[in-house]
């Protein structure tokens, strides 16, 4: 089965500054990757996803990540925080027709 | 158009009690899955229905069951509820099952067993 690993649960940074938030899967076959941003009492919305093709994804919010294959990786940036950017997370894999399976959440916090 | 619509949007409920929530997924979507959210976890995958069917199942109790509509609405029961049962409920639809078509989610029902 897919799973989903996110090495930072808290990442604080100053305003203005890049930020990367890091998450490893594992699979033995191909996946499909996502990350979702989740402000306080509300639902999930996507960001972006890597289905295939370019590596490169850009999604909303001036976000993007890079799908890494030989790592396992697909680590999510923005070159420039702001305090609206201030949520939790969520990397999440799904394997073909298969559910989606989260990561436990990267809470961002960008501090003025 | 609206997106997914989950009902209640809060409910408190004592132990060993049985709760139904509520989920309408978004126009032109057939699959609705159903996440369970402790505090400060990721989304647990409970269950997914499609073509009023539960085709997969996350590690869950027999507590925990389901039911798709006609519609795609769908339905999540939870019996004997338990103090761990406590969590936000998340909703999620997708036009087919699979992720990468793509799921909406709901702004959730948040459950407080007591």
């Known amino acids: 089965a897919q799973s989903v690993t996110q090495l930072d649960s808290q990442v604080p940074v100053f305003e203005e500054a890049p930020v990367e938030l890091r998450c490893n899967y594992s699979?033995?076959?191909?996946?499909?990757l996502f990350w979702y941003v989740q402000y306080p009492n509300q639902g999930l919305q996507l960001l972006l996803k890597y289905l295939s093709g370019s590596t490169l994804v850009k999604g909303i919010n001036g976000f993007e990540a890079e799908f890494n294959k030989s790592q396992t990786s697909f680590h999510l940036r923005k070159p420039s925080v702001h305090i609206s950017d201030t949520a939790e997370y969520f990397c999440a894999v799904s394997l073909n027709n298969n559910d989606m399976r989260f990561g436990a959440g990267t809470r961002l916090t960008v501090k003025p | 158009d609206a997106g997914v619509t989950q009902s209640p949007t809060h409910l408190i409920k004592t132990r060993g009690q049985q709760v139904t929530l509520r989920c309408s997924p978004k126009?032109?979507?057939?699959?609705v899955s159903w996440y369970q959210q402790a505090l400060g976890q990721g989304p647990q995958f409970i269950f997914q229905y499609y073509e009023e069917e539960e085709r997969q199942r996350g590690n869950f109790p027999d507590r925990f069951s389901g039911h798709q509509f006609p519609n795609y609405s769908s339905e999540l029961n939870v019996n004997a509820l338990l103090l761990g049962d406590s969590a936000l409920y998340l909703c999620a639809s997708s036009l087919l099952p699979g992720g990468g078509y793509g799921y909406t989610f709901g702004s959730g029902t948040r459950l407080t067993v007591v």
């Open positions: 126009s032109g979507h057939d699959t």
């Open positions: 699979s033995s076959v191909s996946v499909y």
